[in-house]
């Protein structure tokens, strides 16, 4: 449209003869399929119609971003996992701790039971005896 202004304005500058031979040559199709042809290339120009070479730069550089995107989530997958080991290899751990500590507490109280046991089969014995002494005593006195 501008190009169409331009020369409309500039007719009286260019000389008749221009005209002429410019109305003498071109016919209505000509002017209609030079522009056609003009916009195509315009289009072309502008990245509005994609070459063959154009799309498939586009679908290399999509696979690339997709393949970048999966390497991403699998990477997260595979640090989350690792934290999820991580996780359940301290569980694991406390749970052997606690194994390991209520195991002792029950020795420590086994062996304390036993103490108790032996101190009250000792008492038992000292006191029979000091009866029995006692007993003896005062019959072989009577």
């Known amino acids: 449209m501008a ?5 409309a304005s500039a007719a009286p500058s260019l000389s008749p003869d221009f005209w002429g031979w410019l109305s003498g040559t071109l016919s209505v199709s000509d002017v209609i399929s030079g522009s056609g042809l003009a916009f195509i290339v ?8 994609l070459t063959i ?3 498939r730069a586009r679908v290399a550089d999509l696979e690339k971003y997709y ?5 991403e989530k699998d990477d997260s997958a595979t640090a989350l996992a690792a934290a999820k080991d991580a996780r359940y290899d301290e569980m694991r751990e406390s749970r052997n701790y606690w ?5 002792e507490q029950r020795t420590r109280a086994e062996k304390a039971e036993d103490g108790v046991r032996e101190f009250a089969d000792e008492y038992a014995k000292l006191s029979n005896h000091l009866l029995g002494s006692i007993e003896q005593a005062a ?3 009577s």
Do not use: V, W
């Open 3 to 7: 190009l169409l202004q331009y020369l």
């Open 42 to 49: 315009g289009l072309f120009a502008t990245r509005k119609i």
């Open 53 to 55: 070479a154009d799309h």
């Open 67 to 71: 393949g970048a995107l999966l390497k």
């Open 99 to 103: 194994r390991e500590a209520h195991n």
């Open 139 to 141: 019959g072989g006195s």
